[in-house]
């Protein structure tokens, strides 16, 4: 995790091109440029992520400037020389980290772009998710412009609960310089962060609506299950599933019917949601009356696995993960000696998540130190990582409240 970021090597970067840009045409994406006229490297360059093919984008968008990506460590697994020479750097995500800064500095100081995904997972239903505060002082710090890469449609093309590529084509991107290196002497933290979440915000459902894509792709629903895991009719949790362009409540037995157009139709009865984003945060808003009752608790039985480095992953065996109003706990046994990882709710303001993860493993929660990754794979009880997503978020805001209005009182 500490080498020194390599700058990608020329005799590879013609590669990165031909790679990504044949796929770039085939989507017919259009790039726009928004302040970016005599911008040259280094710069920020801050992407949304909504599928792999982001990073292709990427690249043709600051065509042909040299850039270092910051990737996850599955990511590195059995490649790790080779994406170490593309210029990639490695991170463990939700972690403080400060070997990254100095990673990023020495990219900055290179003179070439830094990218970084900050939302730090792919979107669950194309919509923007929860930003770390530690942006602004990044900016600061490295004293280059801050531009975004905002992606519209890659989500409606490969989405994360079914990455099946529905060959797309009319995607967009918008490649915006927000702060100028000038700008960045006098403007405030706060003012650093507000502009970078006013840029990140998106909603790839609304997008395909507004431009008319229509998705034939007869499974286009498979997977959707995963994301709205609580039915609006009977509100029962868990009891969802997905089959061709339909989802289904086990429980109370009501289908909808994904159109075309990416919208929900009930197949009976009235429609509670036809815009997929509005039942998540309706699941967001039910979570967070549980966070805000105290009620909110999760414990269940796991199979564990751990990723120390990029040579893969280590068999952990059984064990029970805890996640409650005071954060996650994850206990087990490894070689006879017991092990116990903590996160508090303070130090995690998001978590990542994996739906079925390389196709063969399942459902899964992974947590990270600054040595290891842990991969959870609950089993053999009712539960929902997205679930656990949202919790983990609400938990955080919760809890910054708390502190918020703490300090208010007090006058501070």
């Known amino acids: 995790m500490a080498k020194p970021a390599q700058r990608q090597q020329n005799y590879l970067r013609p590669l990165t091109w031909a790679i990504s840009f044949p796929e770039v045409w085939s989507h017919k994406t259009k790039i726009s440029r928004v302040n970016m006229e005599g911008l040259k490297p280094p710069y920020i360059l801050l992407c949304n992520h909504n599928a792999f093919y982001d990073f292709k984008v990427a690249t043709a968008a600051i065509f042909p400037a040299r850039a270092n990506y910051v990737v996850a460590i599955d ?16 991170k463990r995500k939700f972690t403080n980290d400060l070997t990254l800064i100095r990673q990023l500095k020495r990219v900055a100081d290179n003179g070439d772009v830094a990218v970084i995904y900050p939302e730090a997972r792919y979107s669950l239903c ?41 060959g797309v084509k009319g995607t967009q991107a918008e490649l915006t310089q927000i702060i100028t290196a000038e700008e960045l002497k006098d403007i405030s933290l706060g003012e650093i962060n507000r502009r970078i979440s006013e840029k990140f915000v998106y909603d790839d459902f609304a997008w395909q609506k507004e431009k008319g894509i229509r998705v034939k792709y007869p499974f286009r629903a498979v997977g959707l299950h995963r994301v709205l895991y609580q039915c609006p009719n009977c509100g029962k949790e868990y009891q969802m599933d997905s089959s061709g362009k339909k989802l289904k409540c086990k ?14 139709r009930a197949l009976s009865g009235k429609t509670e949601f036809s815009h997929i984003p509005d039942w998540y945060e309706w ?75 390389l196709n063969k493993h399942g459902d899964c929660i992974d947590l990270n130190t600054l040595d290891d990754t842990y991969y959870i794979y609950p089993y053999d009880c009712e539960f929902s ?26 006058g501070l």
């Open 75 to 90: 990511g590195f697994i059995g490649r790790e020389w080779l994406m170490r020479k593309v210029g990639c750097i490695c």
């Open 126 to 166: 194309g919509t923007n998710a929860v930003l770390p505060e530690s942006l602004g002082k990044l900016a600061k710090l490295l004293k280059v412009p801050v531009v975004t890469l905002i992606c519209h449609g890659n989500h409606i093309n490969s989405p994360f609960w079914n990455t099946v590529n529905r």
């Open 251 to 264: 429980s109370c037995g009501k289908e909808w019917e994904m159109t075309e157009l990416g919208e929900l």
């Open 283 to 357: 699941e967001r808003a039910n979570v967070r009356r549980e966070v805000e009752s105290g009620s909110y608790s999760l414990k269940a039985p796991v199979r564990v696995c751990s990723l120390p480095n990029s040579k893969g992953y280590i068999k952990l065996g059984k064990g029970t993960l805890t996640h409650n109003m005071d954060g996650f706990v994850l206990e087990g046994k490894y070689g006879g000696h017991p092990y116990r990882v903590e996160k508090s709710v303070p130090s995690l303001y998001s978590c990542h998540i994996e739906y079925n993860y």
């Open 385 to 410: 990582v997205t679930k656990i997503s949202l919790a983990t978020e609400e938990l955080f805001f919760a809890d910054k409240r708390k502190k918020d209005e703490a300090k208010t009182a007090l």
